[in-house]
């Protein structure tokens, strides 16, 4: 069975730091593109950041390049995100998605998501 774990979401003050956690079982890891997507309230998804099949290469939206980073544990079959100097603007559901598709938003595989609050 695949599946895709997400942790590490919670509330943080503007400008602080969060680090997402997405365990994947069930499917090879290495083989996939793998993509963090979030979802603000009442608004669609929007991609955030991906890493390519063989891990090699990172690729962030603006919104967040230079703040957030991408990274695997392949051993463990766990991508995560850094996140820092959060802005309100992050406040999102953040999900971890495997095979995903800018062109079309899609992913094989998705997780159900952790929840990211920025507030004072």
């Known amino acids: 069975e695949v599946q895709l774990v997400e942790s590490g979401g919670g509330s943080v003050q503007p400008g602080g730091s969060l680090r997402l956690s997405c365990a994947a079982s069930?499917?090879?890891?290495?083989?996939?593109?793998m993509a963090w997507v979030r979802q603000a309230p009442g608004k669609g998804l929007e991609w955030v950041s991906r890493i390519s099949s063989d891990k090699s290469y990172t690729y962030y939206a603006d919104s967040v390049q230079g703040r957030f980073t991408i990274t695997t544990n392949n051993a463990q079959n766990t991508l995560y995100l850094q996140m820092n100097s959060l802005k309100p603007e992050d406040t999102a559901m953040y999900y971890c998605?495997?095979?995903?598709?800018?062109?079309?938003?899609?992913?094989?595989?998705w997780g159900q998501g952790t929840q990211v609050t920025v507030s004072s």
């Open positions: 998605a495997a095979d995903f598709s800018i062109a079309t938003m899609t992913a094989d595989f």
């Open positions: 069930g499917f090879t890891f290495d083989g996939y593109t």
